[in-house]
């Protein structure tokens, strides 16, 4: 292809949260019209759930940024350890790497849940799951292939901004995309930051069933 690309290639890695929403919304819904508005076209690249297979992926789709949200869920069953996390977490960056050496990766921090009523010790290991990616990101980035946390954690609370405790509403989604904005700014001067206050939004129904 001759000439300027007019779409900017992103990918977004992580589970459920950044594929399931209300209706058909996401936290990438928002976060792809939130850049639309601002005059930046975002290409969201690969396939829903590329974590196991994210060098492959990354070969195929060629995304210049890579967006990641570790999901809730798959870290409290079987509980995992942020030892191990840490571990999975470094594999992963390798892997996508080994595709692309130049990859700009922006880490999300893990989300606070409220699944089935508050959850302490949950709570306790996702703030060791966050300071991993802290660590991470410091060690891992380079000039090439930066790597920034966005802190998807700080304006959410999971008492009111899920459907069940767990998978983030409207609210949540909105929060969600408003860390990644914020980052991809800031760091990358790609877009704005995402307006304050957010948009009110009105509580959709809670979920069935126990994911």
Do not use: C, Q
Not at 36 to 51: F, I, M, Q, W
Not at 83 to 94: G, K, Q, T, V, W
């Amino acid at each position: 292809m001759t000439g300027a690309r007019h779409e900017i290639p992103v990918m977004i890695a992580g589970d459920a949260i950044g594929h399931v929403g209300s209706g058909d919304r996401t936290w990438r819904y928002r976060l792809w019209r939130h850049l639309r508005a601002h005059n930046v076209r975002l290409d969201l690249v690969g396939s829903k759930d590329p974590l196991d297979h994210i060098e492959a992926e990354v070969a195929e789709y060629h995304p210049d940024y890579l967006l990641v949200l570790l999901g809730v869920d798959e870290l409290r069953r079987p509980p995992i350890d942020p030892a191990r996390f840490e571990r999975n977490l470094r594999a992963f960056i390798a892997d996508a790497r080994r595709a692309d050496p130049r990859l700009r990766i922006v880490l999300g921090h893990v989300l606070p849940t409220h699944h089935a009523g508050p959850d302490p010790e949950f709570a306790a290991r996702a703030a060791g799951y966050n300071a991993r990616i802290d660590t991470i990101a410091a060690e891992l980035g380079t000039e090439d292939s930066p790597i920034v946390v966005a802190p998807t954690d700080a304006e959410f609370d999971a008492a009111t901004h899920t459907g069940d405790g767990l998978h983030p509403n409207p609210a949540g989604e909105y929060r969600i995309a408003a860390a990644f904005a914020d980052v991809l700014a800031d760091r990358f001067h790609l877009g704005v930051h995402y307006p304050r206050p957010f948009p009110r939004v009105g509580d959709i129904p809670k979920r069935g069933g126990t994911s």
